[in-house]
């Protein structure tokens, strides 16, 4: 029996995803293959989920309009939505 019991609509870019219950956002996007979750501001270089315990700042969205949350550690909700930050 699998730890999670409900599925979560979100919206990552405006794109429509479905997630599992207590799901972390990282893991949501992740398990969606979205890999790349936003860029460096200089050099435009790719960043994503590398660690996922919240040291690496790696993984900096926009959570409801809300800037600079750690995806790794915020549990995604129904209706949330998530945009790379943009530079
Ligand atoms: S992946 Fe390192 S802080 Fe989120």
């Given at each position: 029996?699998?730890?999670y019991k409900e599925?979560?609509?979100f919206s990552f870019n405006d794109v429509r995803l479905e997630a599992k219950e207590g799901q972390t956002v990282a893991a949501a996007l992740y398990e969606n293959d979205y890999k790349k979750?936003?860029?460096t501001r200089k050099y435009q270089r790719p960043r994503?989920?590398?660690c996922?315990?919240?040291?690496?700042?790696s993984c900096l969205l926009t959570v409801n309009d809300q800037n600079n949350v750690l995806s790794c550690m915020?549990?995604?909700?129904?209706?949330?939505?998530v945009k790379s930050n943009q530079s």
């Amino acid at each position: 029996m699998s730890a999670y019991k409900e599925k979560v609509n979100f919206s990552f870019n405006d794109v429509r995803l479905e997630a599992k219950e207590g799901q972390t956002v990282a893991a949501a996007l992740y398990e969606n293959d979205y890999k790349k979750l936003g860029t460096t501001r200089k050099y435009q270089r790719p960043r994503g989920l590398f660690c996922a315990t919240g040291r690496c700042y790696s993984c900096l969205l926009t959570v409801n309009d809300q800037n600079n949350v750690l995806s790794c550690m915020t549990l995604v909700e129904e209706g949330m939505s998530v945009k790379s930050n943009q530079s």
